[in-house]
């Protein structure tokens, strides 16, 4: 870079930057547009669910997460994750495994697909399930006459919940997978392993930091989705109601310092979530990179 | 037999349900669309969900682009908490977000009571849509656009200081067209997800028909009424407006990727 000499001998030395950054005032400027930004929009709500929650102090905060509905919702929101989870986690293997070590016709079809659920909105994937499984449809009758209930009852939640959430673990294996190609695999088979056997003995150690993170973006998602979840529950209290749709319903009778309570709760899962992450980022970032992350 | 679990699994879940709209939709034919599309009520949330999510997009864009520059060339104390409190949004319940938004923007909220003197009202209004749009769409603008300027060489920034132009100049005419298409797909992304937000918007809306309602939420007020057939008819139209935006979105970045480009 060109160092103007006149500059050097000069006192104004200070003010001299070097040709490919700003200026100090324009860097501090930039930096500060950054900062009150991100605390406006995105700190302080932050901040003001847990100020809101504990409003009223603490004993009201601590009653709220006791009431039996609220444990309900809690209940519920966990055991729809617990089967959410683990099905999209086979899946994105499974998804991940097929398109990066295999050549076949309409694999970018197959991936748009995948990634469908992020395109579509959340009400729209509830009422995809609405359409399907209500009684003037097609399917509604006869799980009906079977007795099975899938619309305003859990499986309905399940299935929504699955729908909105089983892109993230596999968008995060599948560039992952194909950087890293299939000669570890080759060299596997060639020495007597058997499919299983490489699979879990070479592929998945190859992919387990990549896997972790899909899985906790893809939590975070099951355990705080509500536009989807909102469409096919039916919004039965102690029933169908998971912790995001108890919040609404507190706030809707304008129980703030419950409806801040149990979101707070959303709102620590959010941070273990973030700092797990950027953990996991930190540690192995080389690694996850090579996916071309986000 | 991979692909053949894949491909079930992608039936059961995406395939079959999307069929099922499909077809509820051509049931209804161009006529039963058509009378749903120009009801007055539907036109004002499209124009109310498309109008807003653009505007927000716009706004994430230009801050969007500011904070993924300054997390990727400055390094001050904090920067690594900044950057990684950019995900909030996807990891922070949507429902969560909507409440708390409201509170601070509400008459004698946080922000609002500052506003409110001066008759600016945000909570209950488009503006109040607006932003929280703006919350759930600024990740994408900076997770898209931070990676590409992370590989910017510094010789072509060298070569346009050395060539005479003055910083504003190199930014403007050499730095931000090659960062183009990682914009424009940024604001794509942030589109998309502004347009069919539910959770955050709805408590800070109001949800007044004809002024603050958005087309998520009409689609949830007809299956309430069990009107299957016009929440399947307002669902088919955004989605019908959505592809071909980002269908015209995926054009104009080819065309700009063919012209600048860093080859993302």
């Known amino acids: ?294 | 037999m991979a692909l053949g679990f894949t491909l079930a699994y992608l039936a059961l879940i995406v395939l079959i349900p999307l069929t099922g709209l499909a077809w509820r939709s051509a049931s209804l034919g161009w006529a039963g669309l058509w009378h749903v599309a120009t009801d007055p009520r539907t036109l004002n949330a499209l124009k109310i969900s498309f109008g807003t999510a653009f505007v927000a997009a716009l706004i994430n864009v230009f801050f969007g682009v500011v904070v993924a520059w300054v997390l990727v060339r400055y390094r001050f104390p904090g920067r690594r908490i900044i950057d990684a409190i950019v995900d909030l949004p996807f990891a922070l319940p949507t429902a969560v977000a909507g409440i708390a938004l409201t509170s601070i923007y509400a008459k004698n909220g946080w922000i609002g009571r500052w506003l409110d003197p001066l008759g600016i009202k945000v909570a209950f209004t488009p503006i109040g849509i607006t932003i929280a749009l703006i919350f759930v769409g600024l990740p994408f603008v900076v997770r898209t656009v931070q990676p590409v300027m992370e590989e910017i060489r510094t010789e072509v920034e060298e070569a346009a200081a050395t060539l005479g132009a003055n910083r504003f100049q190199t930014i403007t005419r050499v730095l931000l067209p090659g960062l183009q298409p990682a914009i424009l797909t940024g604001f794509a992304l942030a589109f998309a997800r502004a347009v069919g937000e539910y959770g955050s918007v709805i408590f800070i809306a109001g949800n007044l028909p004809y002024v603050s309602e958005i087309a998520p939420l009409l689609i949830v007020i007809r299956l309430e009424e069990f009107d299957y057939a016009g929440a399947t008819a307002i669902a088919a139209i955004m989605l019908l407006i959505s592809f071909a935006m980002l269908f015209i979105i995926n054009l104009i970045q080819a065309w700009s990727r063919r012209r600048y480009g860093y080859g993302t």
């Open chain 1, 1 to 294: 870079m060109v160092h103007d000499l006149s500059q050097t001998a000069a006192p104004a030395a200070a003010t001299w930057h070097p040709a490919t950054t700003e200026s100090r005032g324009s860097r501090y400027v930039l930096i500060g547009i950054t900062l009150v930004f991100l605390g406006l929009f995105l700190v302080l709500p932050l901040v003001s669910v847990f100020v809101e929650a504990f409003r009223k102090g603490p004993a009201e905060y601590f009653t709220a997460l006791i009431e039996p509905d609220a444990q309900a919702a809690i209940r519920l929101t966990l055991l729809v994750a617990a089967i959410a989870v683990p099905l999209n986690l086979v899946f994105g293997v499974v998804a991940a495994w097929t398109i990066a070590k295999f050549e076949f016709k309409g694999k970018a079809f197959l991936t748009t697909l995948i990634d469908l659920p992020f395109s579509v909105s959340p009400v729209i994937s509830g009422l995809v399930y609405v359409l399907l499984f209500s009684s003037h449809s097609l399917l509604g009758p006869w799980f009906k006459s079977h007795g099975i209930e899938i619309l305003f009852a859990v499986p309905g939640i399940v299935l929504a919940t699955v729908f909105v959430t089983f892109p993230f673990v596999a968008r995060e294996l599948i560039p992952l997978m194909q950087h890293q190609g299939t000669t570890d695999e080759e060299a596997a088979l060639s020495l007597g392993a058997n499919g299983w056997q490489t699979f879990w003995h070479v592929t998945l150690p190859n992919i387990k930091w990549g896997l972790l993170y899909g899985v906790l973006l893809c939590n975070a998602r099951a355990m705080g989705e509500f536009g989807a979840v909102s469409v096919v529950s039916g919004h039965i209290r102690g029933l169908t109601n998971t912790m995001p749709l108890h919040v609404e319903i507190l706030y809707n009778e304008y129980n703030f310092v419950a409806a801040f309570a149990v979101a707070s709760l959303l709102a620590l899962l959010a941070l273990v979530t973030l700092i797990l992450k950027s953990l996991l980022e930190m540690r192995y970032g080389a690694e996850l990179r090579a996916a071309g992350g986000h």
